[in-house]
């Protein structure tokens, strides 16, 4: 579970580790790793997946200590296109491009081998993927985990694994917006879902957890969106 310390990442993991599974999680930030493992009575391993000696130490702990992946969910991310961002357009992308694209490319590569037959990866992509993310990058960076996604699904489909994309939309009791969301930004948020509610960490772990059971075994290659219908644009 990357970027398994707080919000989604957590709830996933968390979901997990109620069905008797072990969880490992893997962030940037130790403290906030090593809380939830403890909390969830999971294993922590610190590391920045941008970073392609860190990703490599990982795979090889993993390797070491338990030799095969049952399920993998590429969770680490975020929009790092902030206030203070700057007016630098290639520093702005570019840190999108590492921050969601790299930190899920780089440890599926590496731990690609690892896979069980019959396992599962899951990439955590964003509403903003399918209908924009208001000028930042982040959307489209979020947008290139798709074809990835497919093309992994076809490569590893002939070993039983399947790939599959989860697309949140608005979901609250996360770090994404910083703090930041005011009470009209919310209301509009909901506003624009069918179900009247914003979503929770909850509704994206119950959905990866499907995904990665035996009565999801043949589906592959798909976009679960997991947003109350607001990707219509209501």
Do not use: C
């Amino acid at each position: 579970m990357t970027g398994g310390g707080t919000g989604i990442g957590k709830a996933v993991a968390a979901r997990f580790a109620a069905g008797g599974d072990r969880v490992i999680l893997i962030g940037r930030r130790a403290d906030v790793l090593e809380r939830a493992a403890d909390e969830l009575g999971g294993i922590a391993l610190p590391a920045d997946l941008g970073e392609p000696a860190e990703v490599e130490r990982v795979r090889a702990d993993l390797a070491e200590r338990f030799g095969t992946i049952d399920v993998l969910v590429n969770n680490a991310g975020g929009n790092v296109e902030g206030a203070g961002a700057g007016e630098d357009v290639a520093e702005r992308w570019s840190g999108n491009f590492r921050a969601n694209v790299l930190t899920a490319v780089l440890p599926t590569e590496a731990f690609r081998d690892l896979l069980n037959a019959s396992g599962r990866v899951v990439f955590v992509s964003s509403i903003a993927a399918l209908r924009g993310s208001g000028g930042s990058s982040y959307g489209p960076m979020k947008a290139a985990l798709h074809p990835y996604a497919f093309d992994l699904a076809a490569a590893l489909g002939p070993r039983g694994i399947t790939v599959n994309v989860v697309a949140p939309g608005f979901i609250e009791d996360t770090e994404f917006f910083g703090g930041g969301l005011n009470d009209e930004r919310r209301a509009t948020l909901i506003a624009q879902t069918d179900t009247g509610r914003a979503g929770t960490p909850q509704d994206i772990a119950e959905t990866v957890h499907w995904l990665a059971s035996p009565g999801a075994g043949h589906v592959t290659a798909q976009i679960m969106q997991v947003n109350g219908g607001a990707e219509r644009g209501r």
